[in-house]
């Protein structure tokens, strides 16, 4: 029972330095979220998937790009790394219907310098 | 856009029982999770409410009121493995959920 699985769990990126972060889930879940946690501020969403071949932005999407070309996996990217994109990001899947809730990854732990 | 409140710390003792407030104001609404998140790891789903009331699962309850925008998590029988951050997050549309800021719980022996 994977679940969730993102990769890298940690890295250490220069400024400007790019870098995709994937998430695969094996639930055959239609909806896919990437989240971003800081301290005092909660989970914030940075773009989401509604399906196969869709994307979406979300609350805070400047300087990410996203792509799912298949179901099962979503990837973010980071073009050009900045300091104020070190957090802890989290990937997320849901089936389409509205009372299941989102399952999580472990999380991967990104510090750019 | 969203606005989710909830107390950003609370501490009681093992054996104990605590309330964690979450109040919400939100331009729709289409139930209300919550999701407990141990430090350095996932969040992971507690309970879902959408219509008002109290659904319990074992030592966890949670309570919705939609018409004040508000719910509660009680945890009951408080144990050392409970101190954790408690998110609160709403859905207010078919996707997406905007989360509270999590209420870290201390359980002291």
């Known amino acids: 029972n994977a679940g969730v699985t993102q990769t890298p769990k940690f890295r250490v990126l220069k400024t400007g330095q790019s870098m995709t972060l994937l998430c695969a889930q094996d639930?055959?879940?239609?909806?896919m979220y990437w989240y971003r946690q800081d301290p005092g501020m909660g989970l914030r969403l940075i773009h989401y998937?509604?399906?196969?071949?869709?994307?979406a932005k979300g609350e805070v999407p400047d300087g990410y790009n996203v792509s799912r070309l298949k179901k099962q996996n979503f990837l973010l990217g980071l073009e050009s790394a900045a300091p104020s994109q070190t957090s802890v990001y989290f990937c997320?899947?849901?089936?389409?219907?509205?009372?299941?809730?989102?399952?999580f990854g472990d999380g991967t732990r990104l510090s750019i310098l | 856009g969203q606005n989710i409140d909830q107390p950003t710390e609370m501490t009681a003792t093992e054996g104990a029982i605590v309330q964690i407030n979450c109040t919400y104001q939100?331009?729709?609404?289409?139930?209300l999770f919550w999701y407990q998140q141990h430090a350095g790891e996932a969040p992971t789903f507690l309970s879902y409410?959408?219509?008002?009331g109290l659904e319990e699962k074992g030592r966890f309850s949670s309570f919705l009121s939609r018409s004040k925008g508000y719910s509660y998590l009680l945890l009951k029988e408080l144990q050392m493995k409970d101190s954790a951050s408690y998110l609160c997050?709403?859905?207010?549309?078919?996707?997406?959920?905007?989360f509270g800021a999590g209420t870290t719980v201390t359980v002291r022996a």
């Open positions: 997320a899947s849901s089936p389409g219907q509205t009372s299941q809730p989102q399952h």
């Open positions: 639930m055959n879940h239609e909806y």
């Open positions: 998937s509604v399906g196969e071949g869709t994307t």
């Open positions: 939100t331009s729709g609404f289409n139930g």
């Open positions: 409410n959408v219509l008002d």
């Open positions: 997050a709403v859905r207010d549309g078919d996707y997406k959920l905007s």
